[in-house]
């Protein structure tokens, strides 16, 4: 007998966000991990709700645990010592009941949770370029300013040089 314990890699999510950090890993935003505790709990519940039920023990036994270090993915798992033989009933085809879970979760959570990854990246990439296009913008203003200031400033120092010279009068000296 034996229990089930996988791990369900997000490679593609995992890719997509690095692209805002230009490959390295980061901390996940918490739109993220929203979308993938969300994840979570819709693959418990997929495995739970389809799971056959006679004492109630190995559906109860269900994990699923996020993990986002050293990959980013599921541990899926369950503990009771006989859930990798679970068939339902009448059924052989396709393998234990577990297999053809994993792979429904495949089809329908994970690329789900691949697609909005991918929307919520786009975003922050968007948001990102305008942020670079804004600061590019701003570090322009602040050059045209330091110049325009600089040529206001040589304009009225030329300005005041002759009232300067003109004040100045040789010879004369002040008492102490």
Known sequence: MSTIDLYIDLRTARNKIRETSKGK???????????LLTGQARI?????????VRTGDSKNAWRVK???KPTLGYQVSNAMDYASYVFRAGEKAGGPLYNILIAQVFTDIIT???TQIAQVVDIQ???????????????ELERINRVESARVLRKASARAR???????RPGRRFAQ
């Open 125 to 139: 990439l968007a948001r990102m370029e305008q942020d670079e296009q804004y600061t590019g913008e701003l570090e």
């Open 25 to 35: 890993p980061r901390n996940l935003t918490p739109e993220e991990l929203d979308i």
């Open 44 to 52: 418990l519940n997929l495995l739970t709700q389809t799971w056959p």
């Open 162 to 168: 002759p009232l300067i010279r003109a004040r100045r």
């Open 66 to 68: 996020l993990k986002t």
């Open 112 to 114: 789900d949770i691949n």
